[in-house]
Structure formats: C-alpha cells, structure tokens
C-alpha cells in the first residue's frame, strides 16, 4: 500500500493498493479512522469499498483478490488547509507508533489533538486502520492521551462478516490476549507497560517478543515492510531513472500532473553537470539528472 502527498493549493492525497500477483503477495489497505487528530474533531472514515452500484469503471476495483472489493486507487483532493495532510500525518503516527517505543514518549503530544476547543486534550486521539496482508484482514487502533496509552487493540478483522476476532486488547497496564498467557507472561508484560506508559505493545514485543500469537508479527510486518509513505519531501532518485529509461510513462505522468490542476503545467527531464563543495564527499564535477517543472 503507497501514500502519495502533494503540497499545492489545490492538492491530492493519492493512496494505492498494490496487488503483487507474480509473487502471490498482496498488500491492501480497507479504511483509516480518525477522531480528535488535529483538524478531526469528529469520527472521520476514509476507506477503500467501492460504489458497486456503479458498473462503468469495472477496471477500477479489486474484486477477486480478497473477501470484499476493493478500490486500485482512490485521491483526497480540496483547497489548502483542508485536512488533507493531516490524513496521511495520521497514517505516519500509526506506524511510527505501532514499530517505534520511544515515539510518542519523544512527541509534544499536546500538539496533535484537536485543539479548536474548550476542553481540548481532555478526550484521547483516536486513530484506527484496517488493512490485508498475506490473505489475513487486521484492524489495530489506539487510543492516547499526552501521559498513557489508554487503549491499543489488535484484532484478525473478517470484513465480509463484520467481525472482529482478538489478538490482544490493551486498557493501560492490563491486557487480554487472545491465547491465555501464564502468569509469569502476564506480570511482565504488565511491568513492561508500567515502564512504558506511552509505549505500544506491538513496539514493545517486537523487541521483547513476549505474544506467542503469529498474527502479531505479520501484522507488525505490514506496518514495517509493505506500508509505504511517499511524503512531500520525500527524495526518490530512482524514479528519475525510471521516467528517463521508459518514455511512455513520462509521457503519461506529463499528461497525468499537468490535467490534475495543481499548478503545474509540465515537466521534462534534463541532465545537467553539479558543481560540489570543497568539503562535499562527491566527486566533481558531477553529472546529475533533475526533473524540470513549469
């Protein structure tokens, strides 16, 4: 699953899901949930499911790969300050917070709650995805106030079913696994908590490994190795070669940029010598390639 971010006035959030067929691999994402996340206030759900009473764009969803169909792409667009941003901002919290122990112990949490409010900071940040990784449907949400994880859950989500199956629930230090724990397991997983109050499980498992369900780890995987977040200043060299090596794509992604009505009315690719520093670790002069945009 790809997250791209445009920063323009009139921008887009694009997010792919990604069906690696040859390799029997694929990597979906169903919905994102929001609720007290910066300019969030109330629930919001951004999701995946088609409008199957539309028929004309066929091409457009998944429907064989998984239990319930899919969107291939779907894109986030308004004016600046929408909220846009703050969509894919939600989606590097949740990764960073489910792979990371220190990351929300080294955030000025008081800053991403919605703040245009009286009592801001009184209710937790909400935020919730579901997603699909190796034919199994995970739902993983937490709940956090600026000193404690109030609520972390990680379910196997059966999404034609509607139903949730757990694989551990968290309310602070006390936590109910789906594969009964012995009482040793229980009492260190309960003092790893104390420890780390602003700590996520997952985070903390995959460096103590202490959950004995699998599940755990190849839902850890997706947020680790199929989650991909392609921010605004991102820096992608290997795309340059790869518009510069097949010209119908760039092509296609000059009509594509310029029709999108962001303020870009084209782009070339051009190779031009880079002259470096005394004191910059490449050699020069150096030949580099950029991309042009007008």
Sequence with gaps: MIIFASEKALSFIQINNISESSLNRNTMILRLILKNFLSFDDEAQFDMFPNMKRTQLA???YTDLC???LLK???IYGSNGAGKSNVVKAMEFLRAFALDKDFAKNLELGKFFYLLKKDAGK????LAVE?????????Y?????ETFVAKEGLYESFPKEGKLDLIYERKQEEVEFAQAADEAIAEATRKMLEKNPLASLMALNREFPIIADTRCALAAQWFNGQLEIIGVHTFLPTLIDLLRDNQPMMEFVRQLVS??????NDMTLQERILTVGQNSTLPSPKTCRVIWIR
């Design 67 to 69: 239990e319930v169909p």
């Design 59 to 61: 091409g457009h969803v």
């Design 73 to 75: 792409q779907a894109a």
């Design 131 to 139: 997603f699909e990784i190796q034919q199994h449907f995970f739902f």
């Design 123 to 126: 209710e937790p940040i909400s």
């Design 141 to 145: 949400e937490v709940e956090l106030t």
């Design 259 to 264: 029709s999108l009505e962001v303020g870009v």
